[in-house]
């Protein structure tokens, strides 16, 4: 099945600066790669996704890349704010009729006013 | 439009006792799936429902099982509680008929604990 892996399990990052954060996937059909940001006590909520077919896309101070051939995709938020603190997830999805989402172990990112 | 809701959102329960959660999905939505959330196992895909019919299953225990009702409501049922089914349980919901996977959007999840 697939298999996903995410870096780095921490980050800690200046206000202001930037955070990235990497995933890998084994599973050269997967298609549709969703990040979560989960914040204590809360439930997932997307952020950005991407589909194969793009190899990056961004909204406002978020963007995902994604390296088909290389098999992994990543996030980059720019000018981070104390509010960005929380649990990043990336996640792999095959086809459509496949709903499952395979996860990757998380990000806990803190942003150091 | 409301969001997933989750009921109830915190269980406590016994060892052999089962327990049934439920999942309620965004108007619209007929693809309801299930995840277990646990600091040493992550975020693990249980299973989805659409149309009434498990579409697609992960690796757990058979005492793990759920159904989808003609209004896209969703239980999930744990039999036999072990102290490892301590987790959140997380449920979440997409239109499931679009042709292509769909963004799935989550419930507040129900915290059970097992003692």
């Known amino acids: 099945g697939e298999n996903v892996e995410q870096h780095p399990s921490t980050l800690s990052v200046q206000e202001g600066d930037s955070a990235v954060i990497k995933c890998t996937y084994s599973d050269s059909a997967s298609n549709y790669f969703p990040w979560y940001k989960q914040e204590l006590g809360k439930r997932p909520q997307l952020i950005i996704d991407?589909?194969?077919?793009?190899g990056e896309k961004k909204d406002q101070r978020i963007a995902v890349t994604l390296n088909k051939t290389a098999k992994h995709f990543s996030l980059h938020i720019t000018e981070t704010q104390p509010e960005d603190s929380a649990v990043y997830f990336c996640a792999a999805s095959l086809i459509f009729g496949n709903e499952k989402l395979t996860f990757g172990t998380g990000t806990r990112l803190t942003i150091i006013p | 439009k409301a969001g997933v809701t989750q009921t109830p959102r915190y269980l406590i329960k016994t060892r052999g006792q089962q327990v049934t959660l439920s999942c309620s999905p965004i108007s619209g939505h007929r693809s309801v799936s299930w995840y277990q959330q646990t600091p040493g196992q992550g975020l693990q895909f249980l299973f989805e429902y659409f149309s009434e019919t498990q579409r697609n299953k992960g690796n757990f225990p058979g005492r793990f099982s759920g159904r989808q009702f003609s209004n896209s409501r969703s239980e999930m049922n744990v039999s036999t509680l072990e102290l490892g089914d301590s987790a959140l349980y997380l449920c979440?919901?997409?239109?499931?008929?679009?042709?292509?996977?769909?963004?799935?959007?989550f419930g507040p999840g129900t915290r059970l604990l097992v003692l």
């Open positions: 979440a919901s997409s239109r499931g008929t679009g042709g292509t996977v769909e963004t799935q959007y």
């Open positions: 991407i589909r194969s077919n793009v």
